[in-house]
């Protein structure tokens, strides 16, 4: 993810035109997440010296004490096995939505993009009210390249909140990613319009157009080379 630093806001002293020819020449960016709102579906935390205690309730095979051992050892650093016990306790239980939830994070903090962006639809699907859980599917939607769905994923998060300017510059995240500067921009400029101190709205803004002004100098500068 890169990370676009202080001195990005000079961007937007630049009057940018356009080149003749603007196609972005670089791998893909995307604009650094915004933090999604915190939602009530977590599993209670738990502590390293609560691990044998909650490994012994998993012996009854129930699912709700098999998701919290898997949270517990996730929490504890042994991701991997957190999510055997987590994928164990959906198995039991298709319908505990939390046990999805942290089976979304664990995974998603493995690399497991596919394993998380099942379990985020899960999530959503059990609970559509909750905007931040699309936020996050569509976050995870963006890692995997597909961006019709997390187009989707950010719109459901912005029908929930309209007037939040966070959603709105996750939905800008996925224009930025798929190289639609422009919606990117006007979806910006909206959350700007909704919160004047959005802090991301205007360095993502003067981070588009560092951006658009850079690819403007390679063209203009492959152009010379041409001439000469």
């Known amino acids: 993810m890169r990370l676009f630093i202080t001195f990005a806001i000079i961007a937007l002293l630049i009057s940018v035109q356009?080149?003749?020819?603007?196609?972005?020449?670089?791998?893909?960016?995307?604009?650094?997440?915004?933090?999604?709102?915190?939602?009530?579906?977590?599993?209670?935390?738990?502590?390293?010296?609560?691990?044998?205690?909650?490994?012994?309730?998993?012996?009854?095979?129930?699912?709700?004490?098999?998701?919290?051992?898997?949270?517990?050892?996730?929490?504890?650093?042994?991701?991997?096995?957190?999510i055997g016990y987590l994928r164990r306790a959906v198995a039991r239980d298709p319908q505990l939505t939390a046990a999805?939830?942290?089976?979304?994070?664990v995974a998603e903090s493995e690399g497991w993009l596919d394993v998380a962006a099942n379990a985020y639809s899960k999530v959503v699907s059990a609970k559509p009210e909750l905007a931040g859980e699309w936020v996050k599917?569509?976050?995870?939607?963006?890692?995997?390249?597909r961006y019709a769905e997390a187009e989707t994923a950010f719109k459901k998060a912005v029908a929930l909140q309209p007037r939040s300017?966070?959603?709105?510059?996750a939905l800008a995240s996925l224009y930025y990613a798929d190289f639609h500067f422009d919606k990117?921009?006007?979806t910006l400029n909206l959350a700007k319009t909704l919160n004047p101190r959005s802090a991301a709205a205007f360095v993502n803004i003067a981070a588009i157009q560092l951006e658009r002004h850079k690819?403007?100098?390679l063209y203009t500068s492959d152009a010379a080379d041409e001439e000469e």
């Open 100 to 105: 999805w939830h942290n089976l979304a994070l």
């Open 18 to 82: 356009g080149c003749s020819r603007f196609t972005p020449s670089r791998s893909n960016p995307s604009l650094p997440k915004s933090p999604p709102q915190p939602v009530e579906v977590t599993l209670p935390s738990q502590v390293a010296s609560d691990l044998p205690t909650l490994e012994a309730a998993t012996h009854s095979g129930d699912a709700k004490a098999l998701a919290r051992y898997g949270s517990a050892l996730a929490q504890s650093g042994r991701t991997k096995e957190g």
């Open 215 to 217: 690819d403007c100098l």
């Open 137 to 145: 599917f569509g976050y995870t939607l963006i890692a995997l390249g």
């Open 184 to 186: 990117a921009l006007d």
């Open 165 to 169: 300017s966070e959603t709105l510059v």
